[in-house]
């Protein structure tokens, strides 16, 4: 049996801009046991009293510690039994710890990257693990074979610098049309920023920024993730940004069709 795991990183210390994220575990959490939406995933699979879908809790930072460290030696046990993360940030600095531990359970992992940025800064404001850079970290580290980017809407001349010297290949907004998708060979990760959501369907992040997929094209492009599903993070939602518990909701329901993913490929 395939399992999947929910795991928290309550963490935003690497927030670029506005701090939030860290609540976001939280409140995904009370969405999903309140009672305002079922454990029916899209595809058939359901997580109530499910043995393939569990919660691990929340891996908590404290202000002394390397958080690098902290979260990949914590990545490390989950893996070690052949569970699949579904993490949920927590910024999006979390994502290269988290990646660490992945490059050495499968050294042939694709990512699958969904952003409105890039995050490909070789620093930011002056920090090499900011959320603006985690994706230079994980190629420098060479952490996957192929990165793959969608939803992208807000390059600079720095960043397309960084996507040549990595080879990283970004599918950006401005050319993505309702059904377009990259053909991906597994095992695949998926690292999906709320951010890359347009705005008015996920008003909850720091960074808004228009343009974005709508909450039914993020779920049919997981939907269309061909290959096993090994691994996801959900981060960048701050619930201080949201509006009425809508992107809160949305993250409940990304959750939902992201584990079904998980647990339903071999
Ligand atoms: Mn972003
Ligand atoms: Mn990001």
């Known amino acids: ?22 609540k976001a575990p939280a409140v995904i959490r009370k969405v999903l046991s309140s009672g305002s939406l079922n454990s029916g ?14 919660d691990c809790g929340d891996i908590l930072i404290n202000p002394q510690d390397d958080f690098v460290q902290t979260i990949e030696s914590a990545c490390d046990k989950l893996l070690a039994d052949g569970t699949r993360l579904l993490t949920l940030g927590g910024d999006h600095s979390i994502s290269y710890p988290l990646l660490k531990s992945y490059a050495k359970v499968y050294p042939n992992l694709t990512i699958l990257h969904i952003d ?15 959320n603006a850079c985690p994706f230079a970290r994980i190629m420098e580290d060479k952490l996957c074979v192929r990165l793959v980017q ?3 809407r807000t390059l600079n001349q720095h960043q397309v610098e960084q996507a040549q010297r990595f080879g990283v290949q970004m599918i950006e907004m401005k050319d993505w049309q309702p059904g377009d998708m990259p053909s991906l060979e597994g095992p695949i990760y998926l ?11 996920a008003p909850g992040v720091s960074h808004r920024e228009p343009g974005g997929f709508t909450s039914r094209e993020i779920i049919n492009i997981i939907h269309q993730i061909k290959g096993p599903l090994v691994g ?16 809160a909701q ?17």
């Open 191 to 201: 690292s999906l920023d709320i951010d890359g959501i347009d705005p008015a369907f």
């Open 41 to 54: 995933c899209e595809n058939g699979q359901n997580l109530k009293d499910n043995p393939a879908w569990v």
């Open 150 to 152: 969608m939803g992208i």
């Open 250 to 266: 949305l993250a409940a329901k990304l959750v939902k069709e992201v584990a079904g993913k998980l647990i339903d490929t071999e």
């Open 116 to 130: 409105a940025h890039s995050d490909l800064y070789d620093s930011f404001k002056g920090n090499r693990l900011s």
């Open 1 to 22: 049996m395939t399992k999947a795991a929910l795991l928290g990183i309550p963490f935003d210390d690497n927030s670029s801009f506005e701090r939030g994220p860290a």
């Open 232 to 247: 996801a993070d959900i981060v960048e939602f701050n619930p201080l940004k949201d509006i009425d518990n809508m992107t």
